[in-house]
C-alpha cells in the first residue's frame, strides 16, 4: 500500500460489489465487511490482503446498509427494506432482528457509542426528509428528531460527548451535545458546503470528521470547528461512506458506488473506531 498520506488507491477490483455498495465497517482483525458484494441482500468480507467473498446472505429481501461492530463484537446491520437493525454473531453467523421500528422510513447509516447505544439516521428521499432514532442495548427504538432534511451520515465524538448528523440534500452537518444515556441537545451547525452531496462520515480520535461527498469523488476532513483542512481526491465520483481500520487504525476505506469497489488511503491519525477496539 501507499504509505503517503492522504493518496487514494484501489484496493478491491471494480464491479466486485453492487452500485448498492454502503455500510463499510472493519473488525478488530482488520477484516472490511461492507454491504452487497456480488449482489444484493449480501455482506461481503474483505480480508486486510484485499481478498473478497461473501460473508453473509441476508433473508426476508433485506438489503443492509450502515454496518458497525459494539464492544463484544456483535455486528449490526441497519437493514432500510425491512426496518430492521440487524444483530450477527460473527462466530455463528446467526442474524436476528436487534430492533424493529415501523414508522421508520429506512434505517440508513448507524453509529455507536462505547456504551453500545446505536444511533441511525433515517431519511425520506422522495420528501427530503429525515429523523434521527436511537437504539438502546435492550432494543427499544426512541425517534430523537423528526423534521429534518434528509439525514444520512451519523457519527459520535471520540469523547462521547457529541453526536454529528449530515443532510445529504441540504448538505449541512449538524452537532448535538449528547448526554451518557444518549439524549440529544443543543442543536448547532457545524458546516454548510456550497455543492454536491455527502453520505457516511467518521471521526477519528482527534475529533476530525472525515466525509465522504458523493457526486464530487472526494473524502472532507473538517475540523471539530467545522473547517475543512482538507480533501481526500478518489477515482470513483459516488462514494457512499468510509471506515478506519488496520493494525494502527490509520487506514481508510472508501466504498466508491459508480466502480463497485473500495479504494484505500493513510490517514495521520487513527479512526475513533479503533479507539473503540482498544479499550
Known amino acids: 500500500m501507499n504509505e503517503e498520506l492522504f493518496v487514494s488507491?484501489?484496493?478491491?477490483?471494480?464491479?466486485?460489489?453492487?452500485?448498492?455498495?454502503?455500510?463499510?465497517?472493519?473488525?478488530?482483525?482488520?477484516?472490511?465487511?461492507?454491504?452487497n458484494f456480488d449482489r444484493q441482500h449480501t455482506i461481503g468480507?474483505?480480508?486486510?490482503e484485499g481478498k473478497s467473498s461473501v460473508f453473509l446472505e441476508l433473508p426476508n429481501g433485506s438489503i443492509g446498509n450502515g454496518i458497525r461492530f459494539n464492544s463484544e463484537g456483535f455486528m449490526f446491520i441497519a437493514d432500510y427494506t425491512n426496518h430492521n437493525v440487524l444483530k450477527v454473531d460473527m462466530q455463528t453467523r446467526?442474524?436476528?432482528?436487534?430492533?424493529?421500528?415501523?414508522?421508520?422510513?429506512?434505517?440508513?447509516?448507524?453509529?455507536?457509542?462505547?456504551?453500545?447505544?446505536?444511533?441511525?439516521s433515517d431519511p425520506n428521499w422522495g420528501n427530503s426528509t429525515g429523523q434521527i432514532w436511537r437504539i438502546d442495548t435492550d432494543g427499544t427504538v426512541t425517534r430523537l428528531e423528526a423534521d429534518m432534511g434528509t439525514?444520512?451520515?451519523?457519527?459520535?465524538?471520540?469523547?462521547?460527548?457529541?453526536?454529528?448528523?449530515?443532510?445529504?440534500?441540504?448538505?449541512?452537518?449538524?452537532?448535538?451535545?449528547?448526554s451518557p444515556d444518549g439524549e440529544i441537545s443543543n442543536k448547532r451547525l457545524l458546516i454548510q458546503f456550497p455543492d454536491f452531496g455527502m453520505d457516511g462520515m467518521r471521526c477519528d480520535i482527534e475529533g476530525n470528521l472525515y466525509v465522504?461527498?458523493?457526486?464530487?469523488?472526494?473524502?472532507?476532513?473538517v475540523s471539530p470547528e467545522g473547517e475543512v483542512l482538507l480533501e481526500i481526491q478518489?477515482?470513483?465520483?459516488?462514494?457512499?461512506?468510509?471506515?478506519?481500520?488496520?493494525?494502527?487504525?490509520?487506514?481508510?476505506y472508501v466504498t466508491v458506488a459508480d466502480r463497485g469497489n473500495v479504494e484505500v488511503f493513510r490517514v495521520d491519525q487513527p479512526g475513533r473506531s479503533w479507539q473503540l477496539f482498544t479499550r
Open 234 to 252: 478518489l477515482s470513483g465520483k459516488s462514494c457512499t461512506n468510509l471506515a478506519f481500520g488496520g493494525s494502527d487504525g490509520l487506514t481508510c
Open 212 to 221: 465522504t461527498r458523493h457526486g464530487k469523488g472526494t473524502v472532507a476532513k
Open 94 to 120: 446467526e442474524i436476528s432482528v436487534y430492533a424493529h421500528e415501523p414508522t421508520m422510513n429506512q434505517p440508513n447509516d448507524i453509529a455507536i457509542g462505547a456504551n453500545d447505544i446505536i444511533y441511525a
Open 45 to 48: 468480507k474483505v480480508t486486510p
Open 9 to 35: 488507491q484501489q484496493f478491491t477490483e471494480p464491479d466486485g460489489f453492487t452500485s448498492g455498495i454502503e455500510g463499510p465497517a472493519c473488525d478488530a482483525e482488520g477484516n472490511l465487511y461492507a454491504v
Open 151 to 178: 439525514t444520512n451520515g451519523i457519527e459520535v465524538s471520540p469523547d462521547e460527548r457529541l453526536l454529528y448528523v449530515n443532510e445529504s440534500v441540504q448538505r449541512n452537518i449538524w452537532v448535538y451535545d449528547l
